[in-house]
């Protein structure tokens, strides 16, 4: 079966580090989304793109944070300067169109 | 504004036991909606879906209908595995629409 692929699986930092997450796209899939889960808040949508165009980021503190797709194969998520409030499980979808969603196993993000 | 209410948890049951996770909705329009289920460490994966009123979405012995009347899409299961353990998410989506909007979760727990 296909997969979406996330990248580090865990990550432990100190604050004011920038963090990079990255996320591979099942093959085919026109859309991706950044998703955030937290206990306290549950599952946020950060941002997402159809075809590597940005359509939504209204979710993301955009002071610090960033998403970008470089290319159809590559999405990535920025987070500089980071903050203890920004650990949580980032997750990344990805979808054919306006079918179901397809979620990576996530990376673990532990900001100190 | 769209949205998704589902019973909070943890639920939690023995094995063999029936199972019934609470979900109803509020839309503008006729959404599809959906479950997902995250194992412990991993994504969400799609467990059953239903686009329109009186469908019923079945996957691994759950089963939920659409409820057009009483706007609710109720997952249940005869007779709970521990294997069943994970966080249940309702969900729905607009056509035409790619974004998903996601219930907080359920957690259910199965004692052997």
């Known amino acids: 079966d296909a997969r979406v692929t996330q990248t580090p699986r865990h990550k432990v930092t100190e604050m004011g580090q920038e963090v990079t997450m990255r996320c591979q796209p099942i093959?085919?899939?026109?859309?991706v989304f950044w998703y955030r889960q937290t206990m306290m808040q549950g599952l946020e949508l950060l941002a997402y793109f159809r075809n590597r165009a940005p359509l939504d980021d209204s979710g993301m503190p955009k002071d610090r944070f960033s998403a970008e797709m470089p290319d159809a194969t590559l999405a990535t998520l920025k987070i500089q300067p980071s903050e203890p409030r920004d650990s949580a499980v980032y997750f990344c979808?990805?979808?054919?169109?306006?079918?179901?969603?397809?979620f990576g196993d996530g990376t673990r993000l532990s900001i100190l | 504004g769209n949205s998704v209410t589902q019973m909070e948890g943890p639920v939690t049951l023995s094995e063999e036991a029936f199972l019934t996770i609470n979900c109803t909705y509020t839309?503008?329009?006729?959404?599809?909606l959906f479950w997902y289920v995250q194992y412990p460490g991993e994504g969400l994966q799609l467990l059953l879906k239903a686009t329109k009123a009186d469908d019923k979405g079945s996957n691994k012995g759950f089963e939920a209908t659409y409820r057009k009347e009483t706007t609710s899409f109720h997952l249940e299961k005869g007779s709970v595995q521990v294997s069943d353990s994970a966080v249940y998410f309702c969900a729905l989506s607009m056509n035409r629409d790619d974004k998903i909007i996601f219930g907080k979760g359920t957690r259910l727990h199965i004692l052997p």
């Open positions: 093959l085919g899939h026109n859309t």
């Open positions: 979808a990805s979808a054919r169109g306006i079918q179901p969603q397809h």
């Open positions: 839309a503008t329009g006729y959404p599809s």
